[in-house]
């Protein structure tokens, strides 16, 4: 394996092993706190448009419950992704009764050609990541490079903020080229701007 691969991979499995070690009560607790951060950020939600969240996974903040209904209620489009091959695809969703699980374990929307999201008709993406550097904003995924190709498409001009735990900061993320930065960073904690 090459240096910065086995770097990597080294962090993911120290990330994961320092989730694994959070309870659920407390993981609960951070993803309250933290969607409650979210909805008080007046600049994201004003003027409603369409917003990508994701999903599902035990140590992500629970953005389908915490957060859809709220949006939708302001009346905000929302849109999760679906994993087809190599790429992501968008697909509007109006509840849990719209999404399945996926081959990856996250929430999927059940894709129907009339509910298809262009990528340009995103104007907000929550970007997931297993670590972010405190530094730059630099994101580790969890390997797929699935965000990393569907951000750096030309047509993706929505504004990005990730969304994390404290405990998935780091001073610096190894990475390579084509590895994203985001430029909003917020966690339970705190508000990260590069």
Wanted: no cysteine.
């Amino acid at each position: 394996m090459l240096p910065l691969a086995q770097a990597k991979a080294e962090l993911r499995l120290q990330v994961r092993d320092r989730l694994r070690a959070v309870t659920p009560a407390d993981l609960k607790q951070w993803s309250d706190q933290l969607i409650e951060r979210l909805k008080s950020r007046d600049d994201l939600w004003e003027p409603p448009g369409t917003v990508a969240l994701f999903g599902g996974l035990r140590n992500e903040p629970d953005l389908i419950t915490g957060l859809l209904p709220w949006l939708r209620e302001r009346g905000w489009r929302v849109a999760l992704f679906f994993v087809e091959g190599m790429g992501l695809h968008a697909y509007e969703v109006t509840g849990l009764e719209d999404l399945q699980r996926g081959p990856l374990g996250v929430w999927e929307p059940i894709p129907t050609l009339e509910h298809a999201v262009e990528p340009g008709e995103l104007n907000l993406i929550l970007v997931p990541g297993l670590a972010f550097s405190r530094q730059d904003g630099t994101r580790l995924g969890r390997g797929g490079g699935y965000y990393d190709r569907f951000l750096a498409r030309p047509e993706v001009t929505a504004k990005r903020q990730a969304l994390a735990y404290e405990a998935q900061l780091f001073p610096t993320i190894p990475h390579e080229s084509h590895d994203l930065s985001v430029p909003a960073l917020l966690t339970e904690a705190a508000e990260y701007r590069w």
